[in-house]
């Protein structure tokens, strides 16, 4: 099926996910993933930060961000890392709230990204031996969110 | 700060999240939204389709769909669709189940494109009249997911 006319030039822009405390969501998207932190918008009650990984050119300028594609939005509702009281966030993945899956990472080596986890203590949701798929493992970022992590040119 | 040397080469691949009915989803996505249908995958439970823009080149090549960013991964559990039971998935913005937020389409004609979705009756969750950001817009796709549509460009 050919794209409507009217679509053309539309984009894939971001995913938006919240996070309780962005230390160290940021801390795990940034050295743990290799995003760069490319916005971050203050407003009164909440503050949302803008990753992507650089593609070269202005990828990681701040007014590139809605021209390119692929980034993430974290949202940081302000107080909930200090609240004793809040749950924490719903993965998507299990009843109640189950909707919203994961996002997924390819790396060009998964065998050394998933070494370079374990090494940095990242936990993981399915490691490369666990279940049927070999070629694919889950670790979870600090609000329990899954990541999958992908061979780079797998073919599916 | 500057990405860790052994991520270089990670990628943002995809974001998934899980549909009841493929069939209105993929209208919802193609011809809606204009994405394409790159790769429909099989199992023996569940269904995966996994959508992009095209953008030239092999990127819409099914053996290209793990070389590339901003994909989105539509998982369908095979008998939702009929299954009087079943209760719908969570668009992550309620309780229970807050956490996953959006995903956003940046558009080169904000204003054409709002007007084409009322035309398509494609519900809306936030005009750009309602609410205090004017630049942007929210429409729901078939499972009420949060689709957030932003002009190409617009500087946060």
Redesign the interface.
Known sequence: ?S??A?????????????VKDPKPSLEFY??V?????I?E?KYETFT?Y?L???RGGDSLK??H???R?????L?HNHGTETDENFQG????NTE?????????????NIQ??CE?FERLNVPFKKRLTDGKMKEIAFILDP?G?WV?I???????
């Open positions: 099926m794209q409507p009217e679509t053309q030039g539309y984009g894939f822009n971001h995913t938006m996910i919240r940034q050295n993933l290799g995003m760069s932190l916005r918008k949302l803008f992507g990984y650089d701040e007014s961000i809605m021209e594609e692929a980034i993430l939005e949202t966030y719903a993965s998507g109640p709230g189950r909707g919203f899956g994961h996002i997924a990472i390819t790396v060009p050394e990204a370079r609000d969110y999958e992908i061979q780079k040119g797998l073919r599916l």
